[in-house]
Nanobody
């Protein structure tokens, strides 16, 4: 059984930075961050497999960094150069499969409760 608890998020002006954390219990192979903006579908932001394989959405590549503290089992998302279109509820997700589509929501069967990120212009 995998449990995920997010923290971080908040409100920031465009160009600013925020960091999200996700405490992971259990031992999933794949972990990822997703977001869902107002009136939008949930979209994958970044995915990480425990061997270090990382995938980013084009919209965040170069601005966001996903990382894992292997000792404390905490997944991070560092978000820099934030834009208003980054606004949304951010979710941590995990899967116990080794091979999947990293940024597809249906790949994951464990989800956190979400944390809000609001970027103002």
């Amino acid at each position: 059984q995998v449990q995920l608890v997010e923290s971080g998020g908040g409100a920031v002006q465009a160009g600013g930075s925020l960091s999200l954390s996700c405490a992971v219990s259990g031992h999933p192979y794949y972990m990822a961050w997703f977001r869902q903006g107002p009136r939008k579908e949930r979209e994958g932001v970044a995915g990480l497999r425990t061997d270090g394989r990382i995938t980013y959405a084009d919209s965040v590549r170069g601005r966001f960094t996903i990382s894992l503290d292997y000792e404390q089992n905490i997944l991070y998302l560092q978000m820099n150069s934030l834009k208003p279109e980054d606004t949304g509820m951010y979710y941590c997700a995990a899967a116990v499969r080794w091979s999947l589509v990293p940024l597809a929501p249906q790949s994951y069967n464990y989800w956190g409760q979400g944390t809000q990120v609001t970027v103002s212009s």
